[in-house]
């Protein structure tokens, strides 16, 4: 009777351990990763340079089809910092993604990072605000926009998932980051 009241307890005990190590390897990916996003909204408020010159802008993205991958990244344009007074949507929308385009140089990665312990990125296209891997914030003022220049019109998220678990880190155009 006592090995089996052991053993009962011992269950229970080990479903509660695992649960609880779910939801903090979720926890400390979602924070990394809103950490990160910050990050990159702080660098494009400072015009932080590289190479020298000031980008256009600095972004967060999960590359395509890479879901546990993330990066900064800067867009290098020519004479940015002399031109883009941060509110000229057509400027921006010109020199926002140019990977695509090929015209201009291509998009420089500052940083990169990788979610830790099995947590991955979830795109789901039919949630709402769930279809997009990139936040972009304009130098000077930390405008924000998706990758392809257009300003977000709604609150956007990305969710990230571990054994069944699921939680998220919601922005809105505003480029306020929460974590939820």
């Excluded at 990160?36 to 010159?53: D, E, H, R, V």
């Excluded at 867009?75 to 926002?96: A, E, F, H, Q, V």
């Excluded at 891997?133 to 000077?140: D, G, K, L, M, Q």
Aim: charged letters at 15%; glycine letters at 8%; one cysteine or more.
């Amino acid at each position: 009777m006592v090995v089996a009241i052991i053993a009962i307890m011992s269950a229970v005990g080990f479903a509660s351990l695992q649960s609880a190590k779910s939801a903090s390897r979720l926890k400390t990916a979602k924070r990394e990763v809103a950490a990160t996003i910050k990050l990159a909204q702080s660098y494009a408020l400072q015009g932080k340079m590289q190479n020298g010159a000031t980008p256009c802008g600095y972004g967060f993205r999960f590359p395509d089809n890479d879901n546990v991958n993330y990066e900064i990244f800067y867009n290098p344009g020519p004479d940015c910092d002399k031109k883009n007074s941060g509110t000229d949507l057509t400027y921006l929308k010109k020199y926002l993604h140019y990977t695509d385009v090929g015209i201009l140089p291509a998009s420089q990665t500052a940083e990169s990072f990788s979610l830790k312990n099995g947590v991955t990125l979830v795109i789901n296209a039919s949630a709402p605000g769930n279809a997009n891997r990139e936040i972009y914030f304009t130098v000077p003022r930390a405008n924000i926009f998706n990758g392809v220049g257009a300003p977000y019109p709604e609150i956007q998220s990305f969710w990230f998932e571990y054994s069944g678990d699921f939680k998220m880190i919601i922005f809105n155009p505003g480029g306020y980051v929460t974590e939820n």
